[in-house]
């Protein structure tokens, strides 16, 4: 499947209202078939993180951003099924800490970056940075608004020295929001889910709009790609993060390394 | 499945030697028996990693330690392949750095500890510290003889601060890891990870045994039990390590909270 078209052209505005928020019911062959392949992919990717981790000398970040409930944790709970957890550090970024607020914002980041043959997810990001921050007004516009080149720069450093980056911006609608939230309040299991401070933050949905409408448009580049993934139907979602992926890990066509003995030469007592 | 009798009783001498490395080909119902429990253990297990991410009050640390080649990861990628993989995170001892040789040797160790909430899986751990620093005498013996106590008074703290603690050694026959050595040797799959060096540790292997008897006989306590797993069949070792591991969660008897607001009375506009 060419999962191009959900690229943001780097240079180019985004626009989250004209981008689709989910696909026909027969996409990728509909859900019977696309969740199959789903399972397909998620082995491919099992095998290509194992190379990865053997050869030691690139690294993948996956940034992972949405509203709330635009489905974070279930889209790594699925994509990563058949990965090894040795070779994955999953990153949750939360309300900073008193250490962490006494360092610039991508201190807490930057040691969280994964390291050579790891696969490094992050579970919110240093775009909370120009996104949460942004919307309530934590630091002034000029503070923020200098953050985007910030960014730019620190993820070159990334790429340049090792590190592929992919970012995901899963895209669901207002309305399939309100109904993620109801099943949660619904469900005494999801419960613990639902914070009251999401309903406010939904009151908020233009506004964060806004700052992701910027954020992507302005830090899509080549080395460090967006992806704004049509998230509403999670089935839809899963296989093209899980292609993304599978398309990128080729792309690093990483290998088992060479040795620098002769096997055939040693004995075993 | 009982699993009691893998655990080394705390205060009691324990023997490699008198201890089995493998059951009979009967074990827990033969290999394909034990093989679709294991399936069915892993699953458990998810759930209840899920139950004890959204608690957020438990944690639990696994040490797997084992003689080169006994399978500490394969036993990772077997066991926890239905776990999502955002609360588990798993930490690889390697040789000391030299920020992390300028401190204590507790001092890394302690960093990554799990956070409540959090699966921590140490893939070798602070027994290297009495294991191999101790064979090749990295220290002399008056060093690595105090830290037993050491370790026990740590692993007293964490237990007492809410983290349940498992420790496993995956038990192999030197006959086995002659095979196992070999297979890497006859795999170009495999071939990174053969180490000339482990054949000097492998000469070593009295030396190793005798470090492993002293360590657990010493460090094997009610709060903090030792497993010493039969290793030599890998369908054996990962059906007893994840029984073990689920009657420990379901020991924690991890729950999804409760909340301080009422459900019911939540509209989501």
């Known amino acids: 499947m060419d999962v191009s078209r959900y690229r943001v052209p780097p240079g180019s505005g985004f626009d989250p209202e004209a981008w689709p928020t989910r696909e026909d019911d027969d996409f990728a062959g509909g859900k019977k078939e696309a969740k199959k392949e789903l399972a397909r992919l998620a082995v491919r990717l099992g095998e290509l993180q194992a190379r990865l981790y053997a050869e030691g ?54 040691r969280h970056a994964p390291a050579r043959g790891e696969i490094g997810i992050f579970n919110r990001s240093h775009y909370e940075d120009v996104l949460v921050v942004r919307v309530h007004e934590l630091v002034p516009p000029e503070v923020w608004g200098r953050r985007y080149d910030h960014i730019n720069a620190f993820e070159r450093l990334l790429a340049d020295e090792g590190t592929r980056i992919v970012k995901f911006f899963l895209h669901i609608s207002k309305d399939e929001q309100k109904r993620r939230l109801e099943a949660r309040l619904e469900n005494p299991r999801k419960h613990w889910k639902f914070n009251p401070a999401d309903l406010s933050e939904r009151a908020r949905w233009g506004d964060y709009a806004a700052a992701y409408a910027e954020a992507l448009s302005r830090t899509s580049s080549d080395r460090a790609p967006w992806y704004a993934v049509p ?39």
Do not use: C
């Open 57 to 110: 000398r690139q690294a993948l970040l996956i940034v992972l951003q949405g509203m709330d409930t635009a489905g974070k944790d279930g889209t790594i709970r699925h994509v990563f099924r058949a990965v090894n957890p040795q070779g994955v550090r999953v990153t949750s970024f939360k309300k900073p800490t008193a250490l962490e607020l006494a360092h610039d914002y991508l201190w807490r980041v930057h």
């Open 231 to 269: 998230a509403d139907r999670k089935w839809q979602r899963n296989r093209i993060v899980a292609q993304v992926l599978v398309d990128a890990l080729e792309a690093m066509d990483p290998r088992f390394p060479r040795v620098d003995f002769d096997p055939a030469s040693v004995r075993v007592e």
